[in-house]
């Protein structure tokens, strides 16, 4: 399946199939629904490891001590917060759901980081910042919920100074056996019945599955990483390949 194909995929799966709405919108909705619930829900459906993951994440720009940091679908705040020990003069935390938001301002708050970090509702697909204002930006878990996906990367682009770094760490599918399998039933049947129970969203969580498998990953990505300008691009899989974390430097 071509890159294209994959794209037009994800852009048509949406949480809530029998709303008209479109996808960016029906994903504000659902994170609001979600946000009491989603940290709890995102430790307990990883088993702890999505911490770990996060640390990866930000430890992939240590060595280029950024100093100012754009963090897309920051949601309730943990990247920001983790990007804080890079001690950079400014994070812009950017998402789409109020709630989530409002999280994530308690713990900054609460953490004495109001000067750093500072969480605005937008659009990644519209950022409203001017070009080359930033040496570095992350998307965690998000990047499958834009809604026109090299139009949202295209934006990042802009915004990153010449030779400013791109970190994305995403939810991949697992290859090898017995992982294949095992993730697959998880995400299938598991997650969902966890979701109904904790959040009162069961197709929250469906579509957490049903937007990871049509998401373009590893070389596909790498590609349309490519297409709109990003160069030394890699993907390195984690845990199996149960996520995967993508690097790339404007040119």
Request: a positive charge; hydrophobic letters at 40%; charged letters at 25%.
């Amino acid at each position: 399946m071509n890159a294209y194909l994959c794209f037009v995929m994800n852009e048509d799966v949406v949480p809530y199939d029998e709303l008209t709405l479109p996808k960016k919108k029906q994903v504000a909705m659902m994170f609001d629904r979600i946000a009491f619930r989603y940290d709890l829900m995102n430790h307990l459906l990883s088993f702890g490891i999505d911490v770990s993951w996060r640390k990866k994440m930000v430890a992939t720009l240590r060595p280029h001590q950024p100093k100012t940091i754009l963090d897309v679908a920051t949601g309730t705040a943990d990247v920001a917060l983790l990007l804080s020990k890079l001690n950079p003069e400014k994070i812009v935390g950017l998402d789409i759901s109020d709630e989530m938001l409002e999280i994530g301002r308690k713990k900054i708050s609460e953490g004495r980081l109001g000067e750093m970090i500072s969480l605005e509702n937008g659009d990644s697909e519209n950022l409203l910042f001017q070009s080359n204002k930033f040496d570095a930006a992350t998307v965690a878990f998000g990047i499958r919920n834009f809604e026109n996906l090299e139009k949202g990367l295209s934006e990042i682009y802009r915004v990153l100074k010449p030779g400013g770094h791109f970190v994305i760490l995403e939810f991949s599918k697992p290859k090898t056996f017995p992982f294949k399998q095992l993730y697959h039933f998880y995400f299938t049947h598991v997650c969902p019945l966890l979701g109904q129970w904790i959040t009162h969203d069961k197709q929250a969580y469906e579509y957490l599955h049903r937007s990871v498998s049509a998401f373009p990953e590893g070389n596909t990505l790498l590609s349309i990483l490519k297409k709109t300008g990003f160069e030394q691009t890699q993907c390195k899989p984690l845990s199996f390949g149960i996520s995967s974390l993508y690097t790339a430097r404007k040119s």
